[in-house]
C-alpha cells in the first residue's frame, strides 16, 4: 500500500500561485501514475491532472490546463501540482491519489488539502 500525504494549500488572492506537494510511501511508490482531483462544495469530485510514472506524460482538465503544472520528482516520491493565475473557482479540497484519471478500488488517496482563492 501506498500512503499519500499531502501539503501546500491555504488562501491566495485571485491570480496568485499555489504549489500542492504529494509525497507517497513504500518501495515502489515512484512506479505509480499519479492524479490531483477536486471537490468543490456541493459539486462532484472532479479530475485536475495526471502524471505518468515513466516518461512523465501529462494530462489536464480543460478548466485548468495553461495555468497548473503537474510533476514529479520519482527520487523523493513525490508529485506536485503548480497552480498559477488562481481563480475563484478554483476554490476547492484538492486530493491526489496513486493511478490513473479512472477511478478505481485500490486506489490510495491522499488526505486532502483546501485551497480558497478569493476574489
Known amino acids: 500500500q501506498v500512503q499519500p500525504v499531502q501539503s501546500g494549500g491555504g488562501l491566495v488572492q485571485a491570480g496568485g500561485s499555489l504549489r500542492l506537494s504529494c509525497a507517497t510511501s513504500g518501495r515502489t511508490s515512484s512506479r505509480y501514475a499519479m492524479t490531483w482531483f477536486r471537490q468543490a462544495p456541493g459539486k462532484e469530485r472532479e479530475f485536475v491532472a495526471a502524471?505518468?510514472?515513466?516518461?512523465?506524460?501529462?494530462d489536464y482538465a480543460d478548466s485548468v490546463k495553461g495555468r497548473f503544472t503537474i510533476s514529479r520528482d520519482n527520487a523523493k516520491n513525490t508529485v506536485y501540482l503548480q497552480m498559477d493565475n488562481l481563480k475563484p473557482e478554483d476554490t476547492a479540497v484538492y486530493y491526489c491519489k496513486t493511478g490513473s484519471r479512472v477511478v478505481g478500488p485500490y486506489d490510495d488517496w491522499g488526505q486532502g488539502t483546501q485551497v480558497t482563492v478569493s476574489s
Open positions: 502524471i505518468s510514472w515513466s516518461v512523465g506524460s501529462t
